[in-house]
């Protein structure tokens, strides 16, 4: 798997729940490439204080919510705000795969070890592993790898599996029925399992 693949975009923000929301109704009128610049640039609907800020958050969540097909987006609009972040959550696995391997590892691993948080170097001693098995990984620098990391930890405080991001408390997740029905349809039940947090 190529290197952009694995990460996806993790230095372009967490969850991002309002803005998700906003581009998925934008996206379920197929806008045409001119349509969407000017609803980014010049209607400024992701309220940004620039086109760039705008223009780099705008392909992130267009890049994310690619996974999610019409019936997604839909679900995305119109449902109440605990299900948006789960539905969220999974696009976020699903274009950051290197995310569904911290889940696989140190996250699952806390689980049943009986920890009740996770440590602060949890993602850099996680990356520094990932980096020995796919030497490819070691053109990012620190501060990269730090930022990637912040964008991990928000979006699992955001689905609820973290308290906070400074105390990282894990807590119970239950996969909604809804995003579980969108996955099975999608054939990766694989995430339904994983998504689960029981402590």
């Not at 780099?56 to 994310?64: I, P, Q, S």
Request: charged fraction near 20%.
């Amino acid at each position: 798997m190529a290197v952009n693949t694995y990460l996806g975009d993790l230095t372009g923000g967490s969850l991002l729940i309002a803005e998700s929301r906003i581009v998925a109704t934008c996206l379920r009128a197929h806008p045409s490439d001119t349509d969407w610049q000017k609803l980014i640039q010049h209607d400024n609907i992701l309220q940004k204080a620039s086109r760039h800020t705008a223009k780099r958050y705008a392909r992130t969540l267009r890049n994310r919510l690619a996974y999610l097909d019409d019936a997604g987006l839909e679900l995305l609009t119109g449902t109440s705000d605990p299900i948006a972040r789960q539905l969220l959550f999974s696009v976020f696995l699903l274009h950051s795969p290197v995310v569904v391997d911290f889940l696989r590892g140190p996250v699952t691993e806390a689980r049943h070890t009986y920890q009740t948080q996770l440590s602060r170097e949890v993602w850099s001693v996680f990356f520094a592993e990932r980096q020995r098995a796919y030497p490819a990984l070691q053109v990012y620098a620190a501060s990269t790898i730090a930022k990637m990391g912040m964008s991990v930890i928000r979006a699992l405080v955001e689905a609820g599996y973290l308290n906070n991001s400074k105390q990282r408390q894990l807590q119970p997740v239950y996969v909604a029925l809804p995003v579980q029905h969108w996955l099975r349809q999608h054939a990766r039940e694989d995430l339904i399992q994983l998504m689960e947090c029981t402590l």
